[in-house]
């Protein structure tokens, strides 16, 4: 079982005195900043100028400086910029102010794990990875509330990583419910099998098969965008507050019969064997080779597959849908 960490577990003393750089002011860059000062962290936050999140900082009340500056003058630094922009960021701005025994951290391993960002030995590499977006993580600090974390350390030179990677959780309220020890192999590998084999790829392609199935069998495309796309987040929601059988309870029995007796025909032991394809994919570093790749011929294929997707029938029959339900703007 994993090693679990709470409030008792986590001393904000290993933040004390230091200042603690956040670089990138998007979803997750605010959150951090904000959840970190409210819990009286010393934050200094980065921004590129003239960006609405540059302005957005300053409507918090921070004073956005460059990455470098941010580097230099604080001792602790998340770094939130995308994944793909990450190894040229810390190229230019990052490691020629990155002195000993400072710490980095990640919400994410990609980086680190495919080598796209190698540390000097002298630093501490830690990442706290909140399991929810930016202002999920926001809301629920200011309820009084937190989101769980995971938590791990690449590297410790000061001895003393854990204990700061600790901290910042509890900074950010994740410790108010439960900050889960792993690896950055652990959570890079199995964050992007998550998102390429269910929670977005695979969830994706089956509403848009089973969308396609209906059209093709004559049904209206918005009936059928009803029971294959807007229903689904009603199920999710079930999923994620009570738990698969928790959800069971509440629908139908026919809907309970037909989730049992159907759902293992739709998704048979052959989708379970791509999906062990699509984990080795990402285990032996394929995928990660694949996408840093595209990045540096300027995604074509990305390009292409996005402009694809964007005219499917599915794409045109929700967006008029959506315009009929006037609660989900905004979201």
């Not at 701005?93 to 025994?101: A, T, V």
């Amino acid at each position: 079982m994993a090693k679990m960490y709470y409030e008792k577990d986590a001393d904000m003393k290993h933040l004390k005195g230091k200042k603690v750089g956040v670089l990138g002011y998007g979803s997750q860059g605010r959150a951090h900043a904000l959840n970190l000062r409210d819990s009286g962290v010393d934050v200094l936050v980065s921004e590129l100028e003239g960006t609405e999140n540059y302005k957005t900082a300053k409507k918090d009340g921070f004073t956005p400086m460059s990455i470098a500056d941010v580097t230099k003058k604080s001792d602790v630094l998340m770094v939130l910029v995308q994944d793909n922009l990450q190894p040229l960021v810390y190229k230019n701005s990052i490691e020629p102010n990155l002195k000993e025994g400072k710490a980095l951290g990640f919400a994410h391993g990609f980086s680190i794990l495919f080598n796209q960002v190698v540390p000097p030995k002298n630093v501490d590499v830690f990442m706290v990875a909140p399991k929810g977006p930016g202002d999920l993580l926001r809301d629920q600090f200011e309820q009084g509330n937190g989101v769980p974390c995971l938590v791990a350390v690449e590297q410790d030179y000061t001895k003393n990583a854990l204990n700061v990677a600790l901290a910042y959780a509890k900074g950010l309220g994740g410790t108010r419910c439960g900050v889960v020890e792993t690896t950055f192999r652990e959570e890079t590998e199995t964050d992007l099998f998550g998102e390429q084999a269910i929670l977005c790829g695979g969830v994706t392609q089956l509403i848009k098969y089973a969308f396609e199935t209906l059209v093709e069998a004559g049904y209206q495309p918005e009936v059928a965008y009803y029971e294959t796309c807007h229903e689904l987040k009603l199920i999710v929601d079930l999923i994620n507050s009570r738990g698969i059988q928790g959800m069971r309870k509440v629908v139908s029995d026919t809907a309970e019969y037909g989730d049992m007796t159907r759902g293992p025909m739709v998704i048979d032991q052959e989708v379970k064997e791509n999906m062990r394809y699509v984990l080795e994919d990402v285990q032996n570093g394929n995928f990660a080779r694949e996408w840093i790749m595209e990045n540096l011929v300027g995604r074509p294929v990305f390009n292409a597959m996005l402009r694809q997707s964007e005219e499917h029938l599915i794409e045109k029959v929700g967006k008029k849908m959506r315009e009929m339900m006037p609660w989900l703007k905004g979201k």
